[in-house]
């Protein structure tokens, strides 16, 4: 409402943010371009007013305020986002693009984190539609049920099975599930028969198979996998799963003897592949290509922490950028059914709620520390 729009002492415009205590401060020149937008946006008659005078003035205002959302205030940005959605539904491509509009421009701008508007929802957030998965392919046995590891592998010195039950299961399931299993239980197997976590631990008895995740794309990540594995293995760790994000990088995985999952193009691969080895008894660290350790203790000080109570070990291990902003780039995830209900239900809310970053998410879900675009107050902590 213009109405609420007031000033710093400045000459800035201070804007309140309906429904919460943050508000949007913007320079007097730019606050002159943004008060006649307020009437339209605000109200659904003057929005359908705008949609019949000028349609591509009304996208390009949708498309301004959604991109203000985005940064700040999530939990408001799915009204301009049905805007945009109506308007370039309603207006053929050929009139938008022959337009003098800054149309393309305005919708590209979260396009680095969030997808694109001239890619669909199904291809840039996917980690199903495009080989035909549910979201309880990440949850074979049923969601939060985190079965023991050895209840679907078999793990030999010389070698591993996956279990004829797992397989049955696996007969009517997409292909890619198939193959994110077999690069869970050739983890698996690695972390026993290679890797010396016991001995990092001090003699602590661990039950449970440990491996790194990682999801890597194309280019300069690409020929970063190799020096990456190297280093981490260095350390005792071999048992490293490459979340391909395109075929070229799967294949070049492969012929080097690497670990690998073929996967689409979507950041939500890393909490997909941690939800599903959850559920099957496979403890998670996961890092993005860029993260590497510099303390010698690294590995006792995130897999055996102790809880604040300190009688047992902690479910969730997450560094920290700064103060209470939670790294979702480096963590580790003990499985369990907390877990493992934990990681199917953020990847379903990306999944459902594209324009969510998955860093605010990971937040929101692990502390609750700041808002998110849905009310979910009524959802197991």
Not at 122 to 149: E, I, K, N
Not at 163 to 175: G, H, T
Request: net charge negative; hydrophobic share 45%; with cysteine.
């Amino acid at each position: 409402k213009t109405d609420d729009v007031g000033e710093d002492g400045q000459g800035n415009a201070v804007f309140p943010i309906p429904g919460t205590d943050l508000q949007l401060v913007f320079p007097a020149s730019a606050a002159k371009m943004l008060f006649p937008m307020l009437p339209v946006l605000g109200n659904p008659e003057t929005r359908d007013a705008a949609m019949l005078q000028c349609p591509l003035g009304l996208l390009v205002l949708c498309a301004v305020e959604y991109n203000m959302y985005l940064q700040r205030a999530t939990q408001l940005a799915e009204v301009p986002e049905k805007c945009i959605a109506e308007v370039l539904r309603a207006v053929p491509l050929h009139i938008i693009a022959g337009s003098r509009w800054p149309v393309f421009k305005m919708l590209d701008l979260p396009s680095s984190s969030m997808g694109s508007w001239a890619q669909t929802r199904h291809f840039w957030r996917s980690y199903s539609d495009l080989d035909g998965w549910r979201t309880d392919d990440l949850a074979p046995l049923g969601v939060g049920v985190s079965v023991p590891w050895h209840s679907w592998l078999e793990i030999r010195t010389n070698g591993y099975d996956i279990k004829p039950e797992m397989q049955a299961i696996l007969s009517d399931r997409p292909p890619m599930l198939s193959n994110l299993i077999e690069a869970l239980a050739l983890a698996a197997w690695t972390s026993f028969v290679h890797d010396n976590w016991h001995e990092l631990s001090g003699g602590i008895h661990v039950p449970s198979p440990r491996i790194r995740v990682c999801i890597v794309s194309h280019g300069f990540w690409r020929s970063m996998m190799l020096p990456t594995w190297a280093y981490w293995a260095s350390l005792g760790f071999q048992a490293q799963v490459f979340v391909t994000m395109d075929r070229d990088t799967y294949d070049f995985c492969v012929q080097h003897n690497l670990i690998c999952a073929n996967g689409t193009a979507s950041i939500l691969h890393k909490y997909a592949f941690s939800s599903l080895a959850l559920h099957l008894g496979v403890d998670v660290f996961y890092s993005d290509m860029d993260a590497i350790p510099v303390r010698h203790d690294f590995f006792n000080v995130t897999w055996f922490a102790k809880a604040p109570d300190e009688t047992r070990q902690p479910d969730l291990v997450v560094t920290t950028h700064a103060f209470d902003c939670l790294n979702a780039g480096v963590w580790f995830a003990r499985a369990s059914s907390q877990t493992a209900g934990f990681f199917f239900r953020l990847t379903n809310f990306l999944y459902e709620h594209w324009y969510e970053t998955d860093q605010r998410a990971f937040d929101y879900f692990a502390v609750g520390n700041i808002s998110l675009s849905h009310d979910t107050s009524d959802w197991p902590r």
